[in-house]
């Protein structure tokens, strides 16, 4: 019984969000998982823009190299600070927090629905809770 809770409850927060522009918080806790994103996977269209708001100190973005679009440069914000992305190019963008990205700090957003650059998402090398944690959200993609 707890393996079907467990496993619904990540169905449930890894399920893409729709929408325009997209607010992510950075968070300490959310449920049982410790140094997360409050959505895991988010949907834009090309235009959009993704907003992470920094509810808790000491966690940031950054774009996993390899893990975006061809002709995306690099992002990295600054700790403990709000930022924002427009995105322009269609793809997939791995990202983490870079403190928190082997305790599983992770999230993707897709732009305009374009999987294209998958293959090289899954080449990424991952740490520690990260490895599980991206498998299960690409196997959600």
Request: hydrophobic share 35%.
């Given at each position: 019984m707890k393996i079907l809770t467990k496993l619904f409850f990540i169905l449930l927060i890894s399920q893409p969000a729709f929408a325009a522009?997209?607010?992510?918080?950075?968070?300490?806790?959310l449920g049982k998982e410790n140094m997360v994103f409050s959505k895991k996977i988010v949907k834009?269209?090309?235009?959009?823009?993704?907003?992470?708001?920094?509810t808790k100190p000491?966690?940031?973005?950054?774009?996993?190299?390899?893990?975006?679009?061809?002709?995306?440069?690099?992002?990295?914000?600054?700790?403990?600070?709000?930022?924002?992305?427009?995105?322009?190019?269609?793809g997939i963008y791995a990202y983490w927090c870079t403190p928190h990205k082997g305790m599983g700090m992770i999230g993707f957003v897709v732009v305009g629905n374009d999987k294209s650059n998958l293959d090289a998402i899954k080449k990424i090398k991952y740490l520690g809770k990260s490895k599980k944690i991206a498998q299960e959200l690409i196997n959600s993609l």
């Open positions: 522009d997209q607010t992510i918080e950075m968070l300490n806790k834009v269209d090309i235009g959009n823009t993704v907003f992470w708001k920094s000491g966690h940031n973005v950054e774009f996993i190299k390899s893990g975006v679009p061809e002709g995306v440069g690099k992002f990295r914000s600054a700790l403990s600070k709000d930022t924002e992305y427009k995105f322009e190019i269609p």
